[in-house]
């Protein structure tokens, strides 16, 4: 049985190995004695366990700090492992919010009992309905779209429109993305399955294996790199790293961008598929009060527009101004309005379906 799947199906067994990489990658942000000290629910601290590591961040605490006058302190490390931590901790975990991305890895902290349940009117009108759990006890507050890119010189514009051609026969030798352990992937793969089924859905990933140029390697950077170096014709990445190397003042990552299109796949049908970054209020938080709030400002319009500017990912409340040249020059584009919940129902058959393929 592949070490992956068993993860799946013990995703708290997966968590606890984790574990023992998270204390020798958390950040300079560890909480100090007195910083725990300092969590009590008096509403100054609030303490933060992000899988996010974006620098872009560091502005949007600043901003929270200055809107409420509550501190912000974080510890930043992998996902699963963080959420082993905060199960480790307990009641003494200083910890407040989880933030992490993709919705199947929300899922994973929901089913391991990290999060606690709350209400607010405010999150509830602004996070629509499909980004955020039914229970309140996580909600999105960024999307990324999971795109095609393609070589300008070998693939012509219309000849790929959906991601069901990537299974196609004529794109063999053509596509370069990411393992089929990667939760990106994961995620597509839960909305195909809800989508046409697991048997079709595993059939397309047979014909995606097919395709593969290489054996899957690197990141989504690393895809969109291949495609413009000549490895393959065809590439599957999330939209903000080729956003990242149009905004980026390298000559060779403007090169890149010269030699890729890009499309947003099923426009003509069911929208292209979006992944959230997301939070929820630790089961134990010390500060509930404190994380209600540092949600509640992540959905408001200025926090909005800073996902935009900062990390180049999509607002997720409706009419949010962007303010990112990239975004725009990106384009507008109809997203699946499928409920980001099944990316974590559909996870194991997901994975399952993908070993099944071949996809390493």
């Known amino acids: 049985m592949p070490p992956r799947f068993q ?27 007195q910083a725990q000290a300092d969590a009590r629910p008096d509403g100054g601290v609030i303490n933060i366990y992000s899988a996010r590591h974006y620098q872009s961040d560091d502005d949007l605490y600043q901003a929270f700090t200055d809107a409420t006058g509550i501190r912000v302190q974080r510890i930043e ?55 955020r759990h039914p229970e309140g006890k996580w ?40 393992s089929g352990g990667n939760i990106y992937n994961l995620s597509l793969m839960a909305s195909l399955i809800e989508a046409h089924g697991l048997e079709a859905a595993e059939a397309w990933a047979r014909g995606v294996v097919a395709n593969f140029a290489r054996d899957p390697q690197g990141g989504d950077t690393d895809q969109i790199r291949a495609v413009a170096a000549g490895e393959c014709g065809i590439a599957l990445a999330n939209t903000y790293y080729f956003a990242r190397l149009m905004t980026s003042d390298d000559p060779a990552d403007q090169a890149v961008v010269e030699k890729v299109g890009w499309v947003f796949p099923n426009q003509e049908d069911r929208g292209t598929h979006v992944n959230i970054s997301g939070a929820g209020i630790v089961a134990n938080a010390p500060n509930a009060a404190g994380a209600l709030k540092f949600l509640e400002f992540l959905a408001s319009p200025e926090a909005q527009t800073r996902f935009a500017q900062g990390n180049n990912e999509y607002p997720v409340v409706p ?35 993908l070993d099944r393929a071949g996809w390493k």
């Open 139 to 178: 909600f999105g507050f960024s999307t990324r779209a999971r795109i095609i890119f393609y070589d300008k010189t070998r693939v012509e514009p219309g000849a790929i429109t959906r991601y069901e051609d990537l299974a196609d026969p004529r794109w063999q030798g053509e596509l370069c993305i990411r």
């Open 319 to 353: 009419g949010a101004a962007l303010d990112n040249p990239a975004l725009e020059t990106l384009g507008e584009f109809k997203a699946d309005p499928i409920d980001a919940t099944l990316y974590g129902i559909n996870q194991a058959e997901a994975q399952r379906a």
């Open 77 to 131: 490390g992998k996902d699963d492992a963080l959420i082993e931590r905060i199960l480790q901790e307990g009641s003494a975990s200083p910890a407040d919010i989880l933030f992490t991305v993709d919705a199947g890895r929300l899922w994973r902290a929901e089913e391991a009992g990290v999060f606690q349940a709350v209400s607010s009117p405010v999150l509830e009108q602004r996070v629509p309905a499909q980004l």
């Open 7 to 33: 993860n799946l199906l013990a995703p708290v067994l997966a968590i606890m190995l984790a574990a023992l990489a998270l204390y020798g990658c958390s950040r300079e942000n560890t909480p100090e004695p």
